[in-house]
């Protein structure tokens, strides 16, 4: 599907720009905030899940996109910063997308998101969560709660993981080790600088098997984004080895405006590719 999306799903700055802005003539989905305790841990965790006009009212179970913030953020990142309830709601109206729960975690196993400082306004990655306890987490826990609470179809073909940053490198990470689970892989701007990525996950290496499974592998960068660079020889890499995917670059550095276009643009790839899976 991702070789010829039959849609136009690009957005312009001045769309994306309407995207985001509420719009109190359309309806609205609903952001519920979920609060469980971990089996793998045994902390209490909360995460974000919206829900389509009309779903609580509805018998009909949905796909369902589990999108992941970056190091700065928690669970309420991609509403409070990134304006993704906007971006749904909009999106839905305008027939860029279908129906699909989306939910957003907090993407701290073990604690809240880092409060270190660094000098020069870094990141400290070294506060990143381990990505095996992440892995556990996220389909132990948050997708226990979620998919035993929302109606969700809860197959691979309907299921999809996309992020931002440390969330990017996340969605890497669980999408690629568990294509039993996912069928589409979004990456903006993602934390792939500190592996070969290529190495680290051999099924990259067999472009016959991961094109059969992925649906959709969207990966997308800002020209001036630090990470530009190792984002750039991952996608080079996956050209290199005839794997199908979709590469976008933006405008700007590592800053929300180039994820929420990059949400924006997923939508449409993600819901047609899940129509296809009925």
Not at 69 to 78: A, F
Request: charge should be neutral.
């Amino acid at each position: 599907m991702s070789k010829s999306p039959s849609q136009n799903w690009q957005v312009s700055p001045e769309e994306l720009d309407k995207l985001c802005q509420s719009n109190a003539d359309i309806p609205h989905g609903t952001i519920h905030t979920e609060t469980f305790v971990c089996k793998t841990t045994g902390i209490t965790k909360k995460c974000c899940v919206w829900t389509p006009p009309g779903c609580e009212k509805s018998e009909q179970k949905y796909p369902v996109l589990y999108l992941l913030h970056g190091i700065g953020d928690d669970e309420t990142g991609w509403r409070v910063k990134g304006s993704a309830d906007n971006i749904l709601d909009n999106s839905l109206a305008k027939g860029r997308m279908k129906p699909m729960i989306v939910v957003m975690p907090n993407g701290f196993v073990s604690g809240e998101k880092p409060n270190e400082q660094i000098e020069g306004g870094g990141i400290p990655w070294k506060q990143m969560p381990d990505s095996q306890k992440f892995d556990d987490y996220l389909i132990k826990d948050v997708m226990r709660v979620v998919e035993g609470k929302y109606r969700i179809k809860g197959d691979r073909e309907h299921r999809a993981i996309a992020g931002l940053s440390m969330g990017g490198g996340q969605s890497l990470e669980v999408g690629l080790n568990h294509l039993d689970l996912f069928s589409s892989i979004g990456n903006f701007s993602g934390a792939v600088h500190r592996t070969n990525v290529v190495e680290k996950y051999p099924v990259l290496k067999d472009a016959k098997t991961l094109d059969a499974k992925l649906k959709v592998f969207y990966h997308a960068c800002g020209k001036s984004d630090f990470l530009y660079e190792p984002n750039r020889k991952l996608v080079d890499d996956l050209t290199k080895g005839g794997v199908r995917h979709i590469y976008r670059e933006m405008e700007g550095g590592h800053i929300w405006p180039v994820w929420k276009q990059c949400l924006a643009e997923i939508l449409p790839l993600i819901s047609e590719a899940m129509q296809e899976a009925k």
